[in-house]
């Protein structure tokens, strides 16, 4: 994964988010850990129902950058804050592509060394559940699942696992982590869409 987030240059996106005004920046932590039997897996929360936004949602750990705070440091932050997992910036292998998303912010992808031997406590304000995915979920045969919505001209990108549905763009960015990281292509995904009950 080192060797192939290396070389992978990510696109970075700035400008404005329509009405809204200016994109806020947000950060996403891809935590790589190692599961059962040495099997990788990633992290992957869902959020709590009494949240504001996005209650409820298949989500990676992650949240708005504070001032003067980069997408690395954040990362670092939300997950030690949501699923109290304290790692250093040594743990960081690199970044992927950024995803606009809807609502108004552009999220940066973070993939980071979790190791062996992690202890994942959810924080109830925040998540609801706490799961380890192994990476073999996203070689299915049907990752990732494209259709087409009324509303955009952009497919809406799915991944099915854990029992559900997971969107963008938390399965953007889990398509763009196998793709990337795991296969070491080039392959981008800030064109896929959200289904509509994300765009708030």
Sequence with gaps: ???????????????Q????????????????????????????????????????????PGGR?????????????????????????????GLMDDYPTRSGYVITPVVVWGGEGCVLVPNPAEVAEVYRVPLAVLEGSDVPTLRTIPESDRPVISISM???NVHAPTAAVLYQLREVAVRGLDTRVDHFEQPVFAWR
Excluded: Y
Aim: glycine fraction near 12%; charge should be negative; proline fraction near 3%.
């Design 1 to 15: 994964m080192q060797a192939n987030l290396d070389r992978f240059g990510p696109r970075t996106h700035e400008g």
């Design 17 to 60: 988010a329509g009405e809204g005004g200016a994109l806020k920046r947000a950060a996403v932590a891809l935590v790589v850990l190692a599961g059962d039997e040495d099997e990788a897996c990633f992290v992957i929360t869902r959020r709590a129902q009494k949240l504001n936004s996005h209650a409820g949602q298949w989500a990676l």
């Design 65 to 93: 950058l504070d001032p003067g705070e980069s997408a690395e440091d954040a990362a670092l932050r939300e997950t030690a804050e949501e699923v109290g997992l304290s790692l250093g910036p040594e743990c960081i292998l």
């Design 162 to 164: 854990l029992g559900a």
